[in-house]
């Protein structure tokens, strides 16, 4: 997860088409502005063209409000996947605000 990592200690792993030793070097507003840099990016329809280009951000903001006891798992919209990314993008609006205040990008 992005928040509370420093730039220098970010490296994200290499996708599947490339090779396994590869490893890439992302800034973290490198990846914030094109989350597809650390993997393949679909065809068509994904998380991204279906949801919004941010929705990575939001799944993060979300997945550390969890982790770190702010709110709790929330278990009837798991069904099906759609719902809960839908969810999730609504209840974090300002997660890109988020990622790049904590990691003092802005």
Do not use: C, W
């Not at 597809?36 to 550390?64: C, E, K, N, W």
Request: aromatic share 8%.
């Amino acid at each position: 997860m992005l928040i509370g990592l420093a730039a220098s200690q970010l490296r994200a792993t290499a996708s599947p088409s490339r090779k396994p030793d590869h490893q890439l070097r992302l800034t973290p507003a490198e990846l914030i502005a094109d989350p597809y840099a650390s993997f393949l990016r679909p065809m068509t329809d994904g998380l991204a063209d279906v949801l919004g280009p941010d929705i990575f951000d939001r799944v993060s903001v979300h997945l550390f409000r969890i982790a770190s006891g702010e709110i709790g798992p929330y278990f009837p919209y798991v069904k099906p996947a759609k719902r809960a990314f839908q969810r999730i993008r609504d209840k974090n609006p300002k997660a890109t605000d988020i990622i790049r205040r904590t990691l003092a990008l802005t």
